[in-house]
Structures are given as C-alpha cells and as structure tokens.
Nanobody, 114 residues
C-alpha cells in the first residue's frame, strides 16, 4: 500500500532553514509527481511545491526563491529545503502523491518563531 512518511519539521527562528524529507513506498516512485502541501490552523491546505518525474518543478508564488523541492529516485524520497523562513510559514507540512486518488503522509509540524 502507498505510504508517505514525513520528517524534519521543528521549531526554527525567523530567517532560519529546515529540510523536510518524505520517504515513499508502495508505488513506483520515479513515475509519479510528488508534492508538498501545508496547512496552518484555520486555513485550507495549500500547495507548496511539486516535482515531476523528469525533475521539473512548480512552486506557489509565496515560496518561490525561498523553497526548493527535489527528489532522489534511488531513495524513494522527496525533499523540501526551506530557507528564509517566516512566521507565516508555520504549518503542518504534508507530502502528497496522486495515484487514482490523493495519498497523504501524517504531516510534520514546522513552527517559525523567535
């Protein structure tokens, strides 16, 4: 079965960096578009970034230039490097893959605070 396991969240000061990881299993990772989404309290889940099987990427406008999505097909892992973090980046970050339907990981909390 499809499994997505996120890690790497935590508490960081404004301007700091974090790298999130998502380990995937149960499907052919290299064939699929992988995504990172986030959800802050009281807000809808929103797209952060996606990466296709060929490595092409797209980002939400507010993350461009600060966040970088990448993938390692040999490790079945997708990453999200987050730099210049702001308090408004605080949210639970989720890994996503769509195979007939959306699959989500359990999420990892990112808190940006002094």
């Amino acid at each position: 079965q499809v499994q997505l396991v996120e890690s790497g969240g935590g508490l960081v000061q404004p301007g700091g960096s974090l790298r999130l990881s998502c380990a995937a299993s149960g499907f052919i990772f290299s064939w699929n578009i992988m995504g990172w989404y986030r959800q802050a309290p009281g807000k809808q889940r929103e797209l952060v970034a996606r990466i296709a099987s060929d490595g092409s990427t797209n980002y939400a406008d507010s993350m461009k230039g600060r966040f970088t999505i990448s993938r390692d097909n040999a490790k079945n892992t997708v990453y999200l490097q987050m730099n210049s973090l702001k308090p408004e980046d605080s949210a639970v970050y989720y890994c996503n893959v769509f195979i007939m339907r959306d699959y989500w990981g359990q999420g990892t909390q990112v808190t940006v605070s002094p």
